[in-house]
């Protein structure tokens, strides 16, 4: 299935051209990671240590159910990967075995964060019914060119342990086109009760450099919560960096409730991101192949202006 109407026009009129003249030779289009590279030669991504395919999923296109709609999307992938010739291996056992978290993100009631290119995110992990003590503070530099987001230090104090990388995004854009971003990010674990009343300052005592953006310590944050089911029942294979792991995840608007989102998404990390240029290309074109030509209805009416981010929607900041 092509995925606008443009591309069926498109495709008619190539036909009528080889009707008319003989074949057609259209110029194809540059890879983006080739894009990328051109725009920032080595080393200048040398902090983008991983890459992220995202495909967002109507739930109103799936099952209803949460467990049936995971087998569901799943198999429908297996089938579009397995026509176009893509290896994806599945998990002998517990593939679609739950996890559960809530992902809160907080910011002003106008988003001075997210204008100042800065996202910041609280995940509960749940031990049975109970939230666990200890929670995952990520603090992200997004929003802005690559260099800039790269450019942000995003140093972390008054922790043991914490953990800065770079990461590159791949999802559909407007115009039904694939793009990318750069995001990076440094997480750490601390007592929820480390982060107070979730303030400016609370997060800023642990990465100072909120604390440099104009807005009082005290400015109050307001949080928009999720609430996260995914299971992890396999992975897509790319040449040079072996099996990428699959998460599907779903989120609703409150424990329990009916799913309002669903995502497709596999990885890889730690690599040089200027040296596994065939990964690169093969998991764009299974982007386009599975996602863009056969499976392109599962999205969300207009949802090429998320680019792929749950993110984005839950917070309504399209592209």
Known sequence: MFRNKVGRSLVAALLAAVAATGPVVAAEPVPLYQAMVKAYPAPALEQVEGREYKFLIDPAQTRPKLDEAFADIWQQVLRAAELRGFKVTQKEKDQFRIEFSTKEYFDTPDQALWKAGYLVRISTRYSGEQPESNVSVTIKSINRDTAAVLARPLKVVGVEKFKTEAEDGVGFMPGGKLGQYVEKGSSFNVPATALGSRTVGDFGKFVPELLALGLPAGT??????????????????LPEVGPCGVSMEAWSKSKGGAPYLYDFSFAYGDVDFYAVGEAHAVGERFMDAVFGDHLYRLQPAGGEKWGGS???FLMNRPL
């Open 310 to 312: 749950k993110v984005r």
């Open 220 to 237: 109050k944050l307001v949080g928009s919560t999720a609430y996260s089911y995914r299971v992890k029942p396999g992975a897509v294979v």
